[in-house]
Every structure is written in structure tokens, then in C-alpha cells.
């Protein structure tokens, strides 16, 4: 199991940016990667993610014109490109990590072996 940890997140003004990072222990080998979010209350949601070559994504379709997931080449670091943040993304988000074998790339929670911590992220108004 790889261990992972996210950085990045913080307090953004409306119609801002961020740039999350997901860090993994593990990098002799590559995994599927995700990112999830989470409020309070609320059932964790699939955001994107990533195949291992880099060239595969898929979106939340809510968020694919805004979003952008990415990954280094060589080895299990991911970023998500937050762009035209809006206070409905205030949520806690998560990397994690599908060692699962082929390309299709998990959208449900359960299909991910491995979690980060997640980072806060807070979009004010």
C-alpha cells in the first residue's frame, strides 16, 4: 500500500486558483491516481483522475471545464488544477491510489487502495 500526502490547499477568493499536489511514498511503480472531495455531511465525491501514463483522464462532468488533473511521468505525484473556484468547492480534498490492473479509471471511493490525508480547501465570497 502507498502512502500518500496531499499539500496545496488554503483559503481562496472566489474566481481564484489553486494547485493541489499528492505525493507518493512509492516510486517504483506507477499507480491510477484520483482525486476526491468532501463536506461535511456529505457522501465523498469523485473530482478526476488520472491513468498511468498521464494521457488518460477523466472529469466530474460538473467540473471538467475548470479542473485539471495531471501527473510527473516518471513517478506518483499528481496535481489538480483548480481554476474559476467557487464556494461550492469548499471541501476537503483527497488523493488516493488505484493499483488495480488496466486503464479504466475509477470514479466510486471504493475501488482505490490507498488515501492521503486530504488538504482543506475553503473558497470565500
Known amino acids: 500500500q502507498v502512502q500518500l500526502v496531499e499539500s496545496g490547499g488554503g483559503l481562496v477568493q472566489a474566481g481564484g486558483s489553486l494547485r493541489l499536489s499528492c505525493a507518493a511514498s512509492d516510486t517504483s511503480s506507477l499507480y491510477k491516481m484520483g482525486w476526491f472531495r468532501q463536506s461535511p455531511g456529505k457522501e465523498r465525491e469523485f473530482v478526476a483522475a488520472?491513468?498511468?501514463?498521464?494521457?488518460?483522464?477523466f472529469y466530474r462532468n460538473s467540473l471538467k471545464d475548470r479542473f485539471t488533473i495531471s501527473r510527473e511521468g516518471a513517478v506518483n505525484t499528481v496535481y489538480l488544477q483548480m481554476n474559476s473556484l467557487k464556494p461550492e468547492d469548499t471541501a476537503v480534498y483527497y488523493c488516493a491510489a488505484d493499483q488495480s490492473f488496466g486503464t479504466v479509471l475509477s470514479t466510486t471511493p471504493n475501488r482505490y487502495d490507498s488515501w492521503g490525508q486530504g488538504t482543506q480547501v475553503t473558497v470565500s465570497s
Open positions: 488520472i491513468r498511468r501514463d498521464g494521457r488518460g483522464t
